[in-house]
């Protein structure tokens, strides 16, 4: 079992940034790809960023160039920074973990509002 705890959401202006944080529990996070889902109201959840036990990452082209995941495997934590934030980045947040080919455990989400 492994239980999500994302963090960093809140309000922010077009233009500004915004790092979320999702600490994992167990030993064994090292070796699951984590992501970042958001959804929208209204709008279907949707896979933004994923990142590898080794590393690798991909993004959705919605995100490509202004998010970034990454992941810190000694403190079981994946971060997703995201700048150049847009209204139409406003979602629920949501970090996720691959077991073997399905994302099984998630996070209770939070929040991002974009909007001056």
């Known amino acids: 079992q492994v239980q999500l705890v994302e963090s960093g959401g809140g309000l922010v202006q077009p233009g500004g940034s915004l790092r979320l944080s999702c600490a994992a529990s167990?030993?064994?996070?090292?070796?699951?790809?984590m992501g970042w889902y958001r959804q929208a109201p209204g709008s279907q959840r949707e896979l933004i960023a994923r990142i590898t036990s080794g590393g690798v990452t991909n993004y959705a082209d919605s995100v490509k160039g202004r998010f970034a995941i990454s992941r810190d495997n000694a403190k079981n934590t994946v971060y997703l920074q995201m700048n150049s934030l847009k209204p139409e980045d406003t979602a629920d947040y949501y970090c996720?973990?691959?077991?073997?080919?399905?994302?099984?455990?998630w996070g209770q989400g939070t929040q991002v509002t974009v909007s001056s």
């Open positions: 167990g030993s064994i996070f090292s070796i699951y790809t």
């Open positions: 996720a973990v691959d077991k073997f080919g399905v994302w099984t455990y």
